[in-house]
């Protein structure tokens, strides 16, 4: 014969509280299994490359990566086709959830005119993001003698100072004339290895530095430079860690995936 518990509360209690923790237990794995579910937690798509697609064409493209596409601009190049696309964001390659909705800037048919900003004097930084958002591209950077250091003193199409309100083509290529603040003016070199090329030409512009000589290597082929990677770049940014403002920076691109991935590996170590 059994003998009863001496202690029957304690057991009852520890019994309630064991079926307890095991119903937490159970209910917690099944709440967080739903919850990674609903949001597809750890789950994203690689943004596509879209650029030179039509637009019906980007659209199947997203529709087959379960994305979303929406043309938020147009700016004429006469180098691409009427009606593609030039410019994305998220860029290709991005890590973004299912039904993202990717931004497009295509290809104008007809080269849209708008009237030139009032840019005299103002920051260079404010100046070029003006210039980007009224559709227009930053171009060379050079510097003229004056008290204020990277003032804009002047801006030019062609080599001919732009008047505001003068009526310009959108994309058009706008170059900048800095003031040198009296004295050498010395930028950060900044890290171009493993970006798309169009990421390294706009960072390259945001450090005041010019684009030099760009150099592609064996793998490209033709005018596809679109999704070409900066595998090498000089002046080294290892070696030299200050350069003159202005300075042309001379950019090696590849779309060879043994090097790409040899570079990835390359920057994991070294930051």
Do not use: C
């Not at 237990?25 to 943004?47: E, M, P, Q, R």
């Not at 801006?155 to 003031?179: A, C, E, H």
């Not at 900066?230 to 995936?257: F, R, S, W």
């Amino acid at each position: 014969m059994t003998k009863p518990s001496k202690y029957p509360k304690l057991s009852f209690f520890l019994l309630n509280l064991s079926a307890a923790i095991v119903i937490l237990f159970i209910g917690g794995y099944f709440v967080l299994s739903w919850l990674d579910s609903y949001t597809a937690h750890g789950k994203y798509i690689a943004v596509p490359a879209f650029q030179m697609l039509t637009s019906e064409e980007a659209e199947k493209v997203a529709h087959n990566n379960n994305l979303r596409v929406t043309i938020i601009d147009s700016l004429y190049d006469e180098k691409a086709e009427p009606g593609v696309v030039l410019e994305q964001y998220p860029l290709n390659g991005a890590h973004v959830k299912a039904n993202r909705l990717i931004q497009l800037i295509i290809n104008a048919h007809t080269p849209e005119k708008v009237p030139f900003p009032q840019l005299n004097n103002a920051p260079y930084r404010q100046s070029l993001q003006t210039l980007r958002a009224k559709g227009f591209r930053a171009g060379k950077i050079s510097y003229a003698p004056s008290e204020f250091k990277n003032l804009v003193l002047n801006l030019q199409y062609k080599g001919k100072n732009v008047l505001p309100g003068t009526l310009l083509r959108k994309g058009s290529m706008i170059d900048l004339v800095l003031g040198d603040g009296g004295g050498r003016n010395m930028v950060a070199t900044p890290q171009l290895q493993g970006l798309q090329l169009n990421q390294a030409i706009r960072r390259l512009k945001e450090y005041y530095l010019n684009t030099g000589e760009i150099i592609p290597d064996g793998s490209i082929k033709g005018n596809s430079t679109s999704m070409a990677i900066v595998y090498l770049q000089q002046p080294d940014p290892e070696i030299h860690k200050e350069i003159e403002a202005g300075t042309y920076v001379k950019l090696y691109i590849t779309l060879n995936k043994e090097k790409i991935q040899a570079l990835d590996t390359l920057l994991i170590v070294t930051q």
